[in-house]
């Protein structure tokens, strides 16, 4: 369908970029604590969002580019991507939160 990859799965390097991406977003706008919430909250349901990302395709693609959305839908059918992500949320929040040392 238009060149989008749908049925092959992500590759591991694939799917480290996307979760290192949107953890870096989230965690920019220091939005960590409801995104993880979120995640926790709905990670039963993730199968089911990943085919409402593919539902409103027509509608994202325009915005983020088909694609990705492609892909982001193959990463939220897997539930141990959404463990990857909140993990990954947690350790980018844990790394900005640290004092950086200060030089003497």
Do not use: C, W, Y
């Not at 970029?17 to 995640?39: N, Q, Y």
């Not at 463990?83 to 004092?99: H, K, N, T, Y």
Request: proline share 8%; glycine share 2%.
């Amino acid at each position: 369908m238009l060149g989008i990859q749908l049925d092959d799965p992500l590759t591991e390097e694939r799917k480290n970029e996307l979760v290192d991406s949107i953890a870096k977003r989230i965690v920019s706008r220091r939005l960590e604590t409801p995104a993880v919430f979120l995640l926790e909250m709905h990670r039963p349901l993730s199968f089911i969002a990943s085919q409402a990302a593919l539902v409103a395709m027509p509608f994202l693609a325009p915005l983020v580019g088909a694609q990705r959305v492609a892909d982001f839908s193959r990463l939220l059918a897997d539930h141990r991507s959404v463990e990857l992500l909140i993990r990954r949320i947690e350790e980018m929040s844990a790394e900005r939160d640290q004092p950086s040392p200060s030089p003497t």
